[in-house]
């Protein structure tokens, strides 16, 4: 799977199907921005994600902070093994509201 496809279940949980890299994060998280208009407490499952590199974590961190800004609760659940490996060998675990 090579696209990327935000769902939202319309009560704050985002489904992210697909692979996340260098070449498509910047343009999720340009599509990701509606999520972050309006609702208090947002939780991104990643289940779906079948590939991600550090550019993934990197996405995540940047969802972190735009949640940070504007006063959402944020968090993050089901990870794949592959983005928990980066986040612990970054630190990055301790930092992230992983669920």
Do not use: C, R, Y
């Not at 939202?8 to 985002?14: D, E, I, R, Y």
């Not at 990701?32 to 289940?47: H, I, N, P, R």
């Not at 995540?60 to 735009?66: A, I, K, N, T, Y």
Request: negative net charge.
């Amino acid at each position: 799977m090579s696209a990327v496809e935000l769902k939202s279940s319309g009560s704050g949980v985002v489904s992210v199907i697909g692979t996340l890299s260098f070449k498509n994060v910047t343009s999720v998280f340009n599509e990701s921005m509606m999520f972050f208009d309006g609702k208090l407490v947002l939780k991104f499952d990643l289940q779906a994600v079948d590939k991600s590199d550090s550019a993934g974590l990197a996405l995540l961190v940047e969802w972190l902070s735009l949640a940070t800004e504007n006063d959402q609760q944020i968090s993050f659940v089901n990870l794949p093994g592959q983005m928990l490996d980066i986040a612990h060998v970054s630190g990055l675990d301790k930092v992230l509201p992983i669920v």
